[in-house]
Each structure stands twice: as C-alpha cells, then as structure tokens.
C-alpha cells in the first residue's frame, strides 16, 4: 500500500495520471459524448464518393481523384470505427444521457447520424469499392451495411418524430435544420438498395426499386413538412442562436440525396418499368434537375445568413459544424451526375467548384476537431443552445 501510494505521489509529481484518475476521466468523456459525433462519418465518406467522380472531368486529375476517394473512404471508416465504440460506452454506462439526449428537441435528431453515417459508408463502399474488391465482396458489403442501416434510418426518424408529438410546450424557435437529419438519411436510402439491383433476381429487383421509392417518398415528405416549419421560424421570429448556424445548411442533403436517387433509380429500373422506361427516365431527370435547381436557391441563402452571422463574429464551435461538410458533399454528387445526365461540361465544372469548397469545408472543420478532441472541448457534456425567444436574439438579425 505504501509503495502504491508513494507511486501516486510520484505520478501527481510528475503531472502524470493515475489509472484510477484515466478511468474516471475516460467516464467523463463518455458521458459527454455528443450525440452528433457520426456526422464526422457522414461528412468525411461524402468527400470519398464526390472525389471518385472526378469532379471537374480534368483527365490527368482522374488518378489523383481516385486516390483520394479511397483515402477518404478509408478514413471514414477508421472514424466510424472508433466513433462506434464510443456510442456504445455511452449507451452501457451513460444510459440516462443518452435518453435524455434523444428527448431533447434540439440534439435529439443528431442520433440520425448514426445509420446516416452506416448508409453513407454503404454509398461509399459502391463507389470505391470496385478499385478493391470483386462486385460479389462489394455487393455484400453494401447488402450488410444496409441490413443494419435501413431498419435503424427508420426506428430513429419515427421515435424521435413521436417524441416531438408527445412534447409538450414545445415553441417554434425550437425548430432547427438538425431535424432535416432523420429524413435526409431516409432519402439516402434508394442509393444504398439501387447497387443490389443489377444481381437481384426480377422480382427481388421490383421489391427493391418499390422499397426505394417509398423510402425516398417518406424521406422527401418529411423535409417538406419541415423545410415549411424552419421557413416559417426563419421569416417571423429571430434568427437561431450563432451555435445553430451550421444546421441551416444540413437543409442542402435532402435536395442532393433526392436528386441524385432519382436519377439512379431511373437507370436502374429498365427491367421494372417495361416500354415506360424511357418515360420515367426522363421524368425522373426533369424532377431532379427541377429539385437541383432548389438547391441553388438554398446554397445562396444558407451562404448569406452564413455571412450574416460571422459579421457579428466567429461562430461557436460544437460538433454541428459537421453540418457543413456532408450536405454540400451530397449537392455535388448530385451536380456531377446531372452533369453527365445532360451531357454539359459547364455543369461539370460547377461540380468541381462546390467540391473544391466541400473541400474547404471538409478541412477548417476536421482541423478545429481535432483541436477540441485534444483539448478536451469536443467531450464536454452535449447540451442544446439557447430556445428562448430572447436567447435567440444572440443570432444576429
């Protein structure tokens, strides 16, 4: 006991840890584990999937492209990893935190990105996967990564959905862009099933194109209803606190997810849609170019109130920065394949533009979350910014 003690004194001497005291620190970090923190998957995949698409179509970019497409997918897959284990500390020994985040309106949604970042590595592992794998060994990863994905896309945006019904004096100023997150990852869906398809026996096919557009339409009915409400909340009430800024750009994945369904679902279905094949093809581009054309709208105005607020300063940071990264990966996946679909190198070269700011993005917030994971800041216990009208007034109008 003596030498044990002794042993301690040394070690606080030195400014070093006891095993007790790592431990205990390890159990503060759990417990303030942010329920976010799979955005990081979500937004670093993304990057992954747009690079391997060339953006820009310079030819002697491609193998560079390709490249850091498989960098990128590695890395999200080391983050979902490590990241995984920790939801599942939390969730063995911070029970009561975890359900207290989930019933909180404001952080709630953020547990969307746990299947969304399962269903993107799914979306990555069709796009990248190829350069490693034979189609049988990708064709099961994608099947396996969906088979965990899907069911839980589905749980989560219906429990969290009940929750907010069952709340009760639940204001507007509650409403953020962090529950676009339930239904962008059931958009993301169709773009996980559609890779299953060229294999699937007929009706296997049919079963999977029909399973798609129903998850597109719950996905896409949902950010409607939404979309209505945070439009509503921006127009006649004060801006959201500065520490929400990044979500109103989560708004952005629905419309690039969406567009880009259609157009894989449409290249997809020729076997199930007979002689009206050709019809649903070229509605299906007109109605993803019209939704793109959406998304244009909201790119400009989520960048004018981005610097709207930074006129009043640096924005707080929190794990919602992630926010920035995988929305505008998703609008220029959808951007190059409309490129392609239309066949104009002007589109093209907009791809390469909103990647090279994915890009941007993707840096300034991986490099400050770093930093807080090394100082400690990014495991602070997660708690939701200011809802009260007159917190509000912190965001800048």
């Not at 994608?142 to 929750?163: E, H, K, N, R």
């Amino acid at each position: 006991m003596r030498t044990t003690t002794l042993e301690q004194g040394q070690a606080e001497a030195e400014g070093l840890a006891s095993p007790a005291e790592d431990q205990a620190a390890s159990l503060t970090r759990l417990s303030g584990f942010h329920p976010g923190w799979f955005g990081a998957v979500m937004g670093t995949a993304i990057v992954g999937v747009a690079a391997s698409m060339n953006p820009g179509g310079i030819a002697a970019l491609a193998q560079p492209a390709r490249t850091l497409g498989q960098a990128m997918v590695v890395l999200s897959v080391v983050l979902a990893v490590v990241l995984g284990a920790g939801y599942v500390g939390r969730l063995l020994w911070h029970r009561d935190a975890v359900l207290a985040d989930f019933r909180d309106p404001m952080v709630g949604a953020l547990f969307g990105t746990v299947p969304g970042g399962i269903l993107v590595l799914a979306a990555a592992a069709a796009a990248v996967g190829p350069t490693w794998f034979s189609p049988s060994t990708v064709h099961d990863l994608v099947a396996g990564l969906d088979w965990v994905g899907i069911p839980l896309a589905f749980v989560m945006s219906v429990l969290f959905a009940y929750l907010l019904f069952v709340r009760s004096e639940l204001v507007l100023e509650t409403v953020n862009g962090g529950w676009f997150i339930p239904p962008v990852v059931n958009i993301v869906v169709p773009l996980v099933l559609v890779p299953l398809v060229p294999s699937a026996s007929p009706a296997v096919a049919r079963a999977l194109l029909l399973t798609s557009y129903g998850f597109w339409g719950m996905g896409f009915l949902l950010y409607l209803l939404i979309v209505a409400m945070l439009h509503h909340r921006l127009i006649l009430h004060s801006l959201p606190h500065a520490s929400l800024a990044p979500s109103l750009w989560i708004g952005l994945g629905p419309i690039g997810v969406g567009a880009l369904a259609l157009i894989k679902l449409a290249s997809v279905g020729v076997s199930a849609f007979g002689p009206a094949e050709p019809a649903v093809a070229t509605l299906s581009k007109l109605a993803a170019t019209a939704l793109w054309g959406f998304g244009v709208w909201w790119l400009a105005a989520a960048v004018l109130l981005l610097v709207h607020y930074l006129r009043s300063g640096p924005l707080p940071y929190g794990l919602g920065w992630w926010g920035f990264t995988f929305p505008v990966g998703a609008y220029t996946v959808a951007t190059l394949a409309l490129a392609t679909s239309w066949n104009l190198v002007g589109l093209e070269w907009a791809g390469g533009v909103l990647f090279v700011l994915l890009g941007l993005f993707w840096l300034v917030v991986a490099g400050r979350t770093t930093w807080a994971v090394r100082t400690g800041e990014a495991f602070q216990a997660s708690h939701a910014a200011p809802t009260t009208p007159a917190a509000d007034q912190a965001g800048p109008r």
